[in-house]
């Protein structure tokens, strides 16, 4: 139990488009998803909270414009790197909690998304 | 002072030791501790979670968790090749929505 996917794996684009990343809680609902980027060899940085049926809550110093989160329904968020540029290149990561899972607050996480934007 | 603290490594262990890895955190409240796999190029793996002082056990692995220190630990016995990865402690606050995670700690088995 737990799973959590993400599409894509992995995304190569060119400079100015936008990319979007799709996070799903496979055999669960997932009122609250986690989006993380993590850059080379550094620690994860928590980008924003993404709520059902509301607005995603955004750490301090993410611009909100720049990274869209929807979350739409109990299984999917998706998060949208708009007018993306070569620095936006990471590794993006969702996570989930699953209520009704053995353990409080233990979160899983996708496979995550390799971004390269050239 | 940063909330979750693990000292970055790399630890070098031969293979079958024991691999001892230390994580401390500062919100004394804190009720709900993790400690997550991850390996070169791929997400986080949930190994281990422990929320009441003392020993949790779990095949190679145990977790020790002391709130009055505010101390976490993993040690993984007999320890393998295929251990060698980075290791992050996760602290769940008091009142915490967000988990928050040390910056990992690099662990290397040596055949």
Redesign the interface.
């Known amino acids: 139990g737990a799973v959590v996917s993400q599409h894509p794996s992995r995304v190569i684009c060119k400079s100015g488009t936008s990319v979007k990343i799709e996070c799903r809680s496979l055999d669960f609902q997932a009122t609250t998803m986690f989006w993380y980027r993590q850059f080379p060899k550094q620690s994860l940085m928590l980008m924003a909270t993404s709520n059902e049926g509301s607005k995603a809550t955004y750490e301090q110093g993410v611009e909100k414009d720049k990274f869209l989160i929807n979350h739409a329904s109990l299984t999917l968020s998706t998060l949208t790197v708009t007018s993306a540029h070569p620095e936006d290149s990471s590794f993006y990561i969702c996570s989930a909690r699953d209520p009704q899972g053995r353990g409080d607050n233990e979160q899983f996480f996708g496979p995550g998304t390799r971004l390269t934007v050239l | 002072q940063k909330e979750v603290e693990q000292n970055s490594g790399p630890l070098s262990v031969p293979e079958g030791a024991i691999a001892s890895l230390n994580c401390t955190y500062s919100d004394r409240g804190s ?2 501790f ?1 400690w ?1 796999r991850q390996y070169s ?6 190994i281990m ?1 422990i ?1 009441s002082n003392g020993d949790k056990e779990d095949g190679r692995f145990t977790a020790q968790l002391n709130k009055a220190s505010q101390y976490v630990s993993l040690l993984i016995r007999d320890s393998q090749p295929s251990d060698s990865a980075t290791y ?1 402690c ?1 602290v ?1 606050p008091t009142g915490g ?3 928050i ?4 700690t690099r662990l290397f088995v040596k055949a």
Request: zero cysteines; proline letters at 5%.
């Open positions: 009720q709900s993790f997550y190029g791929k997400s986080p793996e949930l979670s929320y992050l996760a769940t929505f967000k988990t995670f040390g910056a990992g």
